[in-house]
């Protein structure tokens, strides 16, 4: 299996206020606001999906919990109902709960995460169901980025995680790079610009295989992250391919 992993207003769009937003009118609201996370809380609950920054590119969420948000997600980006999502969750502790990590050493996660790393495990039968089903294993994230922390200790579930761009095109570094997908959205959670001229995603490593690790994809960090794995003698098995 191979993982894929400033300010404006424009018509039919508003950035938040205390007026209600009627329906296929998406709100904006500013990451620096302090109430946006709960805003974006309030709309994954309630099974729409959000758009938000992450610490590589702009990406879409929803409840990984919830099999109508998923479906929706795929609908958003036209995305092949084959090709798996990530799942983001709050804490190295919480990952335990979705995935089999076998004898993988809580020290060696908390070298890579937060960061831009996603890490693919044996999924645990916790998982929903509906959630990449027939796969069996799971790409687990952990942003480094303030917003979606604050955001992630406010859900009991894990987001459903993918790049915001419709399927074979860029991937995005401001929200307006998106804006074609904004009236299908529950809310956009603006964090500027992302730092990332190369548009790079996570590196993605397998790491279902007791002490081996495989490259699934090199992203940003790549050679911080081989470092890591080298320092906890984490041998790799195979370089699946190396293009970002």
């Given amino acids: 299996m191979r993982w894929k992993f400033n300010s404006f207003f424009t018509l039919g769009l508003l950035y938040h206020s205390a007026v209600p937003v009627p329906s296929k009118m998406c709100s904006i609201v500013k990451a620096t606001d302090p109430s946006a996370a709960l805003i974006a809380a309030k709309y994954l609950k309630e099974g729409s999906v959000v758009a938000l920054p992450t610490d590589t590119l702009y990406g879409l969420a929803c409840n990984c919990n919830n099999s109508k948000a998923i479906n929706l997600l795929y609908q958003i980006k036209n995305r092949d109902s084959n090709k798996p999502l990530a799942i983001c969750v709050s804490d190295i502790t919480d990952i335990p709960k979705w995935a089999d990590i076998h004898d993988i050493s809580f020290d060696l996660l908390a070298e890579l995460l937060p960061g831009p790393v996603t890490l693919v495990f044996d999924r645990s039968p916790r998982l ?14 952990i942003p480094d980025h303030v917003f979606l922390g604050q955001l992630l200790k ?82 790799e098995r195979k370089r699946l391919h190396s293009s970002t």
């Fill in 128 to 141: 929903n169901l509906e959630l990449n089903p027939n796969v069996a294993k799971v790409a687990v994230r």
């Fill in 154 to 235: 406010l859900m009991d579930f894990p987001l459903a995680l993918t790049s915001a761009n419709p399927s074979h095109e860029p991937s995005t570094l401001c929200i307006s790079e998106f804006k074609s997908l904004w009236n299908q959205l529950g809310v956009v959670i603006d964090g500027g610009v992302i730092p990332n001229p190369d548009r790079f995603g996570s590196t993605i490593i397998d790491l279902s295989e007791t002490n081996y690790f495989s490259v699934l994809r090199q992203g940003v960090c790549f050679d911080k992250i081989l470092k890591i794995l080298n320092k906890y003698n984490i041998v």
